[in-house]
């Protein structure tokens, strides 16, 4: 099914529907099954497309306790630097909703990645923490 995705996700290119196949269709589909999906998903977190590396970042907004931070780390992490809006807005979300369940973790996380996270990541990640 992913690869199916990964050509709806470049075809749509657009928030509305790239936000919505990532958290309804590619997120459930790595808790489905992590085995094969996330060596994918690693890939496309560098995936020259920028709407397929924002579902990678965002796939996992509902995941919760099934969150791989590996993964998000690793999005995140390979994301970073690039100078796309919908990328630094997506990277401060997916960090944000993280933070509802471990909010130490996503401020050792921007902490981590200070001087590089872009001032848009940083306040969509903290937005909520005090």
């Known amino acids: 099914m992913l690869p199916l995705v990964h050509h709806l996700v470049v075809t749509g290119?657009?928030?509305d529907y790239v936000d919505d196949v990532a958290a309804n269709l590619?997120?459930?589909a790595?808790?489905?099954d992590r085995e094969r999906a996330t060596p994918l998903l690693?890939?496309?977190a560098s995936d020259e497309d920028p709407w397929v590396r924002r579902t990678v970042v965002l796939c996992q907004l509902k995941s919760r306790r099934d969150t791989d931070?590996?993964?998000l780390r690793h999005a995140v992490e390979c994301n970073v630097d690039d100078p796309s809006f919908w990328l630094r807005k997506a990277i401060g979300?997916?960090?944000?909703e993280y933070?509802?369940?471990d909010p130490e973790?996503?401020?050792?996380e921007v902490a981590r990645l200070d001087g590089r996270i872009s001032g848009l990541s940083r306040r969509e990640a903290l937005k909520r923490l005090a």
């Open 93 to 96: 979300w997916a960090l944000r």
């Open 13 to 15: 290119a657009w928030w």
């Open 69 to 71: 931070l590996e993964l």
């Open 30 to 32: 790595l808790v489905a």
């Open 99 to 101: 933070a509802r369940l």
């Open 26 to 28: 590619v997120g459930p």
């Open 105 to 108: 973790w996503v401020r050792a």
């Open 42 to 44: 690693r890939a496309w």
